[in-house]
């Protein structure tokens, strides 16, 4: 790998709602700053929450997404009776995958040498992204694999896998309804798909 890098490996959960909320949270296992998990909120007035447990973490993704509010405290993503459970108050979300479909079995088809290599994400996302919404469904033209950050450095996601899910949420005592599609979030240069869905993924940075 490229020495000026840094590699992020873990999984993306998102989950958009009938009541305008979206959310996006990481559960990263192996970073330069130690494991840790973080949520994205876009709530429905469109204002862009981050919630980070500590100030370094917090300071690094603010430098390459975009927040109107940035929140510290404890965050936790955890694997719990076959779904995954997201806390940071004031949000509590739950997923459950559902059975590997298309997508997940496709994507498991490369080898994890070729789906980490930039220039190989660079192919994925100029000449395969076209036919992306048989797999992520429509909003799929807004889902890319490479940009360029907030602060001008490079950014590439690996895709391992994608899972398709069912979630439920709330944000202190109001319950946020059904999954749905929802508006764009605008943190970064790429969007989650609608829905729900866990994706494995691996986030390559080339600092500016």
Do not use: C, K
């Amino acid at each position: 790998m490229h020495p000026d890098r840094l590699v992020f490996d873990g999984r993306i959960l998102g989950a958009s709602f009938v009541s305008g909320d979206r959310f996006v949270a990481g559960r990263w296992h192996a970073t330069p700053l130690g494991p840790f998990a973080d949520v994205m909120w876009r709530r429905p007035d469109g204002a862009r929450i981050l919630l980070a447990p500590t100030e370094a973490i917090a300071g690094f993704i603010s430098r390459h997404y975009a927040f109107d509010e940035v929140r510290l405290g404890p965050v936790r993503v955890e694997r719990d009776g076959g779904g995954v459970t997201v806390d940071a108050e004031p949000i509590a979300l739950r997923l459950t995958p559902r059975p590997p479909g298309r997508a997940s079995h496709l994507l498991r088809l490369r080898p994890r040498a070729l789906r980490t290599r930039p220039s190989w994400i660079a192919f994925e996302d100029t000449v395969l992204r076209p036919a992306a919404s048989s797999l992520f469904g429509p909003n799929a033209s807004v889902i890319r694999t490479r940009g360029v950050t907030r602060d001008g450095s490079r950014e590439w996601y690996a895709i391992h896998d994608f899972l398709e899910a069912d979630a439920i949420a709330s944000v202190g005592a109001e319950d946020l309804g059904t999954i749905a599609p929802g508006p764009p979030a605008g943190f970064g240069f790429s969007e989650f798909p609608d829905g729900a869905a866990i994706v494995r993924v691996t986030s390559i940075f080339e600092q500016a």
